[in-house]
């Protein structure tokens, strides 16, 4: 079946590639990258756009519809889909190239400074003073943490101060690179360059020629 769709298929390959390798240069850095969680999302956001709008979303455009119509449905579902996301999410802080035995001992300096009460239940710290949970989740091996905010009353005052001290606390710590920075690099270049080979032949494709009528028979003489 042909891939018959309002976005070329370089543009689909092109927005997880860059994303991809975007993450891999986060864990080739020797200092963690401490994103905020609606940064984060807006970048997994921009890295499936491609293939969700030319894919399932392409299916809501009106039969008959033309450009840029074509284009104007799936791209406001998207967005609605992403708000959406952004809104049921809770508040996190995503930290890329560093393992949960990093983390762990920058979060309790933290929380001892900011809370004298602060408590220890597993990977979560309760602030009672600045009416903050903090949960550590993440995959260690993959070498990228979470601080997410839980419990019912989260105080935006004590979060982004919590937030702030970390930003500020990982700026210090030094970190080896991580080994999964050649793969994911390596698959977004794989994609960046399939991207490339399916992009190239449109923008150098030749002017097809005007077509020249035949001459015309000369009639013989009478």
Not at 121 to 149: F, I, K, N, W
Not at 201 to 221: E, H, L, N
Request: charged residues 15%; glycine residues 8%.
């Amino acid at each position: 079946m042909p891939f018959d769709s309002s976005i070329p298929l370089w543009v689909v390959l092109l927005t997880p590639g860059l994303y991809l390798v975007c993450v891999g240069l986060f864990q080739l850095r020797r200092r963690p990258v401490a994103l905020s969680g609606g940064s984060d999302l807006t970048l997994l956001a921009a890295a499936a756009a491609g293939p969700m709008i030319a894919g399932p979303l392409d299916m809501l455009q009106p039969a008959g519809s033309g450009w840029p119509w074509r284009l104007v449905v799936p791209l406001v579902s998207f967005a609605f889909l992403t708000a959406i996301a952004m809104l049921a999410t809770r508040p996190r802080l995503v930290v890329y190239n560093v393992s949960l035995d990093r983390l762990r001992p920058v979060v309790a300096e933290i929380a001892a400074r900011l809370d004298p009460e602060a408590r220890w239940a597993g990977e979560t710290v309760a602030l009672p003073g600045r009416g903050v949970q903090v949960h550590l989740d993440g995959r260690g091996g993959m070498r990228s943490m979470s601080l997410v905010a839980i419990g019912a009353k989260t105080s935006p005052e004590g979060w982004a101060e919590v937030t702030r001290r970390v930003r500020q606390a990982l700026r210090r710590v030094r970190v080896r690179r991580s080994p999964w920075a050649a793969v994911f690099i390596g698959c977004g270049c794989l994609l960046l360059t399939a991207s490339a080979w399916l992009a190239l032949p449109g923008f150098f494709r030749a002017t097809p020629a005007k077509d020249i009528d035949p001459p015309v028979a000369a009639q013989p003489a009478a």
